[in-house]
């Protein structure tokens, strides 16, 4: 059962533009969400997080947006390097706050 | 480097033998959290320890596989009789068990089976 679901396996975009990256969940009891990134042959890094009290958080060019009603978050890359190539995880937990619920990852493609 | 440090990063095991991955948490951390991935998919969640403890193994195969956190030492992941289907990437991460902290990851070992 798959909690935590990234619909789009891969992403195209320029070099300068905004990359948008999606994530929809099941669990209401989520409250807490994570971005991460994955270069080949490396672990997954951490990126971002936001909690359920928030909608909104940003960190230089990354911002996640939480919408709770739909059950959806994204981060949202500006603008685009060709540097942010990589795999793009998100991930979630809450109900119980030290298990950690991933989505399947969207491969982003940043064009020069 | 105070990462989570994995090792080895490759290993190379032949049918019917035996797989151990190691891992060392963080500096601070006392929850470990071992992930799968297979070529072309995402994280599958294994197992989560802490200390001594083993808290959720349900994503973990009931046979060949084990995992352990003793009181000294790395978390253990052991594979026994090693099948082709179990070469993947295997990922530990680690955190300090508090509310609303991420999880760290290791680099991976990337177990090949021949």
């Known amino acids: 059962d798959q909690q935590v679901k990234q619909n789009s396996p891969s992403l195209s975009v320029q070099e300068g533009r905004i990359s948008i990256l999606n994530c929809d969940y099941t669990?209401?009891?989520?409250?807490?969400f994570l971005w991460y990134k994955k270069y080949p042959a490396e672990g997954p890094t951490f990126l971002i997080s936001i909690s359920s009290i928030k909608d909104k958080n940003e960190d230089g060019r990354f911002t996640v947006f939480l919408n709770k009603s739909a059950k959806h978050l994204s981060l949202h890359i500006v603008p685009s390097q060709p540097g942010d190539s990589a795999v793009y995880f998100c991930a979630a937990s809450g109900d119980n706050f030290n298990k950690f619920y991933f989505g399947s990852g969207t491969k982003l493609n940043v064009k020069p | 480097n105070a990462g989570v440090m994995q090792n080895p990063r490759h290993l190379v095991r032949r049918r019917g033998q035996e797989a151990r991955l190691r891992c060392s948490p963080m500096k601070g951390h006392s929850h470990v959290y071992w992930y799968r991935q297979l070529p072309e998919e995402g994280l599958k969640f294994m197992v989560y320890l802490q200390k001594e403890n083993i808290i959720d193994e349900s994503g973990m195969p009931k046979e060949r596989f084990s995992a352990e956190f003793p009181k000294e030492g790395p978390s253990i992941l052991r594979i026994q009789q090693v099948v082709r289907g179990d070469s993947a990437a295997y990922f530990c991460?680690?955190?300090?068990?508090?509310?609303?902290?991420?999880?760290?990851f290791g680099d991976g070992t990337r177990l090949s089976i021949l």
């Open positions: 669990n209401s009891m989520f409250d807490y």
């Open positions: 991460a680690s955190s300090p068990g508090r509310v609303n902290q991420p999880q760290h």
